[in-house]
């Protein structure tokens, strides 16, 4: 969340000038997917189906705010969820709340992340409510949305588009087509604050990438230029005694290529007529 909060200026800069309209929340009664919503984090994740998911993703692009909203009061609910059979960790309603979160919206908003080799991961089995960590920062993500209109919450997107664009950076090299590719550029200079958030994103992208990497890729592809890549120490494959990884120099350098890039990125993007 730090990394998000200290580079908000130029995302909301590029809010203001790439700004589109989209359609406006249904009027329709949102019980069917709220009702969704309340059997998926009272079940261990690994029953989750992805006609589930899609089935989620569709109700919430309909009432992204009545989806969010449950969401976020799920996160003070202390009850664990039993895990599967072959599972040995017991899950949460908080945990899942937080992970459905995460998965809807890429936003890292509360839980923790921590490094692993050269990824970032958010592990929420089993999490507990934390007024500080967990339900405070979704809280505060809510509270300062509530008179913008829902339609331009996710980085100046609503959710339907912005469920056009998320799965894009979780893909290898391998199912990327024209015709995805094409989805996104038809949201054109509206798609950049997420693709400019994403390059300080750490988390496991698929193929061997990140979310920054894939990121950096698509804005390769959708401008035609080449700002190079990111750096990736991979931290725990160091020797341990070396300074890069016993005084987190790996991290730092991974970090600080992350957030060069994006600002150079930026620069582009602003200059671009």
């Known amino acids: ?102 998965r809807l919206t890429s936003e890292n908003v509360g839980g923790e992340t921590s490094d692993w080799i050269g990824f970032a991961t958010r592990d929420h089995r089993g999490r507990s409510p934390d007024a500080k960590t967990v339900y405070g920062p979704w809280r505060a993500w809510l509270e300062v949305r509530k008179d913008v209109p829902v339609e331009r919450w996710f980085w100046g997107l609503s959710f339907a588009e912005l469920a056009r664009v998320r799965p894009l950076v979780r893909m290898g090299e391998g199912p990327w087509s024209e015709e995805a590719v094409a989805t996104v550029r038809a949201l054109g200079r509206r798609v950049y604050p997420y693709l400019l958030d994403k390059l300080v994103d750490e988390g496991w992208a698929g193929d061997g990438y990140r979310v920054c990497d894939r990121a950096n890729a698509h804005l390769r592809r959708l401008t035609g230029r080449d700002l190079g890549e990111i750096v990736r120490h991979e931290q725990l494959r160091l020797d341990p005694k070396s300074p890069m990884r016993r005084l987190e120099y790996a991290i730092r350098e991974n970090q600080a290529s992350m957030r060069l890039i994006q600002r150079r990125w930026t620069a582009l993007l602003l200059a671009t007529d």
């Open 1 to 102: 969340m730090e990394t998000t909060v200290r580079h908000v200026l130029p995302l909301v800069l590029l809010l203001v000038l790439f700004g589109g309209a989209a359609a406006e929340e249904s009027s329709e009664d949102p019980s069917a997917v709220l009702s969704l919503v309340d059997r998926l984090v009272r079940s261990t994740p690994v029953r989750w189906t992805e006609a589930d998911f899609e089935a989620l993703v569709e109700g919430t692009s309909g009432h992204p705010r009545a989806v969010i909203t449950r969401l976020v009061e799920l996160l003070q609910v202390d009850s664990s969820v039993p895990g599967a059979p072959a599972e040995s960790t017991v899950h949460s309603v908080c945990g899942n709340a937080l992970t459905l979160l995460d």
